[in-house]
C-alpha cells in the first residue's frame, strides 16, 4: 500500500484520483490545489472517487490535515519548469519523491539544464527521487522508441508518428489543436505560444540520448492542417480552408545529419489514427500500435504506474531513461 | 569503454564478438571455449572480427592470457540453469557481472526458485550483477509486452504472437522448428526434446509478474504445422501432410482464468512474419512489429545493448524487470 498526495485537481488530476481508487495498492490520502473554485472541496465531489478527503490550498494545510503522511506526491500542474520548480522543491522539502506530469520535466538536462540541476541536488540532499513522465512526452514519442532500440544492433535514423483523429476527443482538446480556425487565427495562437504542443524537444533529446547521441540542434516547426473537404465528425462543423487541427514535427541533427524525427498531427477528421515508431537500423523496425492511444487515459496510468518505481528509485531528478519500466502492475 | 570477455564461441557468440567489434565503447578482451575444434583459434579466424585474441579453453586460461582485465562477461553457451549454473558461479568468483543468452535465465525465480536463489546469492556476495536477456525469451515475448502495459489504467488480458516465415531464415533453424518431419518424426523429436523453444514458461510468469500477479499454473502446449499445399520457399521441397514448421503456445492462469496468453509459430512458407502484442485492458492496445524481428541479429543486439546497464547495475541476479532499458546507444 502507498499513500498519495495529489498535488493539481485539474482535469489530469482527476482523473488521476479517480484511477487511483481503483488499485489496492494505492491510497490517496492528501490533496492541494489553491484555485478558489477546487480548495475546500471534497476528492469524491471533484473526481466521483477518493472518498471523504478535502482539497487544502496548500501543502502544509494538507499535511496536517492529512490522517496518515503521504509517501509519494503526484504533481500535475503546470507544463513548464519555471512555475513547476518551487513545487517540486516544496514536495522534496517535504520528504516526498514526485512523479510529474509537467512536460518540460521530462527530459529537462538539454533544454532546462540550470532547471535539471538545481531539482536534481535538491531531491539528492533530501535522499528522494524525482521522475517527470506521462504518455507524450514521457512514453509514446520517447521512451517507447527507445525501448525498441535495443533490438538494434545499430540505428542510423528513428522517426516517430503520432497521428490522431481528435473527432471522438474532448472539445477542449479540439479547441487546443486549433480545430475551425482560420489561418490568421491559427497564426495568432501560434504566436501567443497557446497552440503548441510542449513536450517535443525534450522527447527528442531523450531519444538521441538514448542513441548515445548529444544533438547539435534541434529544429521545431509548426503549421496548420487545413480542411481540404468539409468536416463535420468535430464539435462543429469546419468548412474547407480553415484549420482542422495541428502538425508539429521535430528534427533532431547529431554528426551533421537528421537522426531524430517526430512527427505529431492530430487533426477533426484524420482518416486514421495510430502511433508508429520506424527505426533505420540493423534490423530494421517499423512498429504501429493501430488506433492510436488514448492520450487521457494513459497519461494517468502512466503516472499511477511509475508510482512503485519513483518510490523505491535512488535520490536525484530521473528520467524515464533511469529507471526500471512502469508497468500496470508493478507494487512497492 | 567496456572491456569484455565473452564465454562461448557457438554462432550467437561469434555473432556477438562481431558485432561488439563495431562498437567503439566495447573492446573483446578475452574469449573461452573449451570445444576442441574451437580452444587455441583467433577471434578473427572465428567471427571475421575480434582481433588477434585465442579463444581459451577455460576462465582461468583465458584471465591470465588477457592483455587487459575484462570488466564483464558475456555467456552465450546453453539454455538450462542445470549447466549454466556453475558457469555463472565462476564469473562472480572472478568479479565479473554477466550478461547471459541462457533461455532459463530470463525469469527463472518461478521455474527455477533453486537455482535462482543461490546465483542471487553468489552475485550479492561478490557485489556484481547478472542478467539473463535475448530477444525471445527477454525481449519480445515478455519485455515489450511488459512495457506497452505501462499505458494501461488496467489489464485483463495480454496476448503476445511471435509470428515468423522460416523459408529464409538459416538452414539449421528450419532444422529444429521441425520443417520437412513426418507427423510420428515430430513427435519423436518432441518426445526426445530437442523440437521445443525455451523460454515460454518463463516469458509468461515474467509478463504476469510485472502485471502484479502470481500464475496459478502455465500450461504449454507444442504440435506440428502441417503443410496444405507443397511448400517451396526452404531448404528442401515439403510435401502436403508433412511438417512445415511448430506452433507453440503458454498459457498463464491467475484467479481462476488465462491472464497471459503467448503464442509462438515458425513454418516454413507462413505467409506473413510478425511480432504483436494485444493488451485486452484500458486503453486496450493492439502493437504489431511489421515482419517481425530477426532473431540472431537482435540476441546478440540485446546482449551489448544491456552490458552498461549490467556493470552499473546494483549486486545480484537480475531481470529486464529490474534494470533501466538496454537502448542501443547507452554507455558506461
Given at each position: 500500500m502507498l499513500r498519495v498526495i495529489q498535488i493539481g485537481l485539474g482535469p489530469l488530476g482527476r482523473k488521476t484520483v479517480q484511477f487511483a481508487?481503483?488499485?489496492?495498492?494505492?491510497?490517496?490520502v492528501a490533496a492541494v490545489d489553491p484555485s478558489p473554485d477546487i480548495a475546500g472541496r471534497q476528492l469524491s465531489d471533484l473526481c466521483?472517487?477518493?472518498?471523504?478527503i478535502a482539497v487544502a490550498s496548500s501543502l502544509p494545510a494538507a499535511l496536517s490535515a492529512a490522517a496518515e503522511p503521504p509517501q509519494v506526491a503526484i504533481l500535475t500542474t503546470y507544463s513548464d519548469l519555471d512555475r513547476v520548480e518551487a513545487q517540486l522543491c516544496e514536495l522534496a522539502d517535504a520528504g516526498l519523491p514526485v512523479v510529474s506530469t509537467?512536460?518540460?520535466?521530462?527530459?529537462?538536462?538539454?533544454?532546462?539544464p540550470d532547471h535539471a540541476a538545481r531539482i536534481d541536488a535538491r531531491f539528492r540532499e533530501r535522499g528522494l527521487a524525482c521522475l517527470g513522465t506521462g504518455v507524450n512526452p514521457g512514453f509514446l514519442m520517447d521512451y517507447l522508441p527507445a525501448v525498441l532500440t535495443g533490438?538494434?544492433?545499430?540505428?542510423r535514423h528513428v522517426t516517430v508518428r503520432r497521428v490522431q483523429?481528435?473527432?471522438?476527443?474532448r472539445v477542449p482538446f479540439q479547441v487546443k489543436i486549433g480545430a475551425c480556425l482560420s489561418i490568421e487565427e491559427f497564426a495568432a495562437r501560434v504566436a501567443e505560444g497557446t497552440l503548441r504542443h510542449v513536450g517535443l524537444p525534450e522527447s527528442t533529446h531523450f531519444l538521441a540520448a538514448a542513441l548515445g547521441l548529444r544533438l547539435e540542434r534541434v529544429e521545431e516547426e509548426l503549421r496548420p492542417v487545413l480542411a481540404d473537404l468539409p468536416v463535420t465528425t468535430g464539435f462543429r462543423p469546419i468548412d474547407p480552408g480553415t484549420a482542422c487541427g495541428v502538425e508539429q514535427i521535430a528534427r533532431g541533427y547529431a554528426e551533421g545529419r537528421e537522426v531524430v524525427r517526430l512527427e505529431f498531427r492530430a487533426t477533426v477528421g484524420e482518416a486514421e489514427s495510430f502511433d508508429q515508431v520506424e527505426i533505420d537500423g540493423e534490423p530494421p523496425l517499423l512498429s504501429t500500435i493501430a488506433g492510436g492511444v488514448n492520450g487521457d487515459i494513459a497519461t494517468c496510468a502512466v503516472v499511477l504506474n511509475a508510482l512503485a518505481v519513483v518510490a523505491t528509485a535512488p535520490p536525484g531528478l530521473h528520467t524515464m531513461?533511469?529507471?526500471?519500466i512502469p508497468t500496470a502492475g508493478r507494487t512497492v
Open positions: 481508487a481503483e488499485r489496492p495498492a494505492l491510497r490517496v466521483g472517487a477518493g472518498g471523504a509537467c512536460e518540460e520535466l521530462s527530459y529537462p538536462w538539454i533544454t532546462h533490438l538494434c544492433r545499430s540505428v483523429d481528435a473527432s471522438t476527443r531513461l533511469d529507471l526500471p
